[in-house]
């Protein structure tokens, strides 16, 4: 079931893409499956990014809630009430992130096992390239561990894009001012989401293949313009649609 769903299909595409688009530089090959990936994501993206933000925005409303001092049920239930009147879905931004979690797995088992170009895994209309350039930009070797440059920039990545992420900006707006336990536990969960969870990639990712490493730095940086780029064009339609009912 793994080899039928994730290993063999992940082994395809990049083996199609090293024969047809990069030539066999496996190195461009993880960037083109990147873009690939992040392309066919892009409209649960979207989705989680405005459920994040539309999250963000009711962070003082579910102060107030909490303020309250209601009962677990009765909190639950009110909390729930309001996530339904403002339509929000406070689920729908780990979406993409389980979707993708395959997607590294199978990645980091493609180059576990050596770029494996074995028959009984390639699909019959899937021809493997004669010589396959694991060199990155002729330096880096994308299939050994322990890689020190694609740790810090993979670490590094990770920091700029939580760092500028607009759903993290507003949600620490959100957040001054406020005070209790649920508070204190929203600002320490976004300070080690900011400066404790890139290390930790960078740790992973020094222990793994360099490719999956490649693969999240890239990954890292669409997502960095993407989510500014969602969140514009969701600022602009809400702009707009102001404006009409305001005309209205």
């Known amino acids: 079931m793994w080899n039928t769903f994730i290993y063999d299909p992940i082994l395809?595409?990049?083996v199609i893409i090293l024969s047809y688009i990069t030539m066999g530089d496996l190195g461009f090959a993880v960037i083109v499956l990147t873009i690939l990936v992040k392309t066919i994501l892009y409209p649960l993206s979207k989705k989680a990014i405005k459920s994040q933000l539309d999250m963000a925005s009711i962070q003082s409303d579910i102060a107030l809630i909490k303020a309250q001092k209601l009962s677990k049920e009765?909190?639950?239930k009110v909390t729930f009430a309001l996530y339904k009147e403002k339509k929000v879905n406070p689920f729908s931004g780990c979406?993409?992130?389980l979707i993708q979690l395959p997607i590294i797995f199978g990645l980091y088992y493609v180059f576990l096992r050596g770029l494996n170009l074995d028959p009984t895994h390639l699909y019959s209309f899937v021809h493997a390239p004669d010589t396959i350039n694991t060199l990155f930009l002729?330096?880096?070797d994308l299939?050994?561990?322990h890689s020190?440059?694609?740790a810090i920039l993979t670490g590094l990545t990770q920091f700029i894009q939580v760092f500028v992420s607009p759903t993290q900006k507003m949600q620490a707006k959100s957040s001054v001012g406020q005070k209790g336990l649920s508070a204190d536990i929203q600002k320490s969960m976004q300070t080690q989401m900011k400066y404790v969870f890139p290390?930790?990639?960078g740790f992973i990712t020094y222990k793994?293949?360099?490719?999956v490493g490649l693969y999240w730095i890239v990954n890292n940086i669409i997502t960095i313009f993407q989510e500014r780029a969602i969140a514009k064009s969701l600022k602009s339609k809400e702009i707009l649609e102001i404006k009409a009912e305001v005309l209205i």
Not at 208 to 211: K, V, Y
């Open 74 to 76: 009765e909190e639950a």
């Open 208 to 211: 793994i293949q360099a490719a």
């Open 148 to 150: 020190i440059p694609i």
């Open 138 to 140: 002729g330096v880096l």
């Open 12 to 14: 395809n595409v990049l």
């Open 95 to 97: 979406l993409v992130i």
């Open 143 to 145: 299939t050994k561990t």
């Open 199 to 201: 290390i930790i990639i």
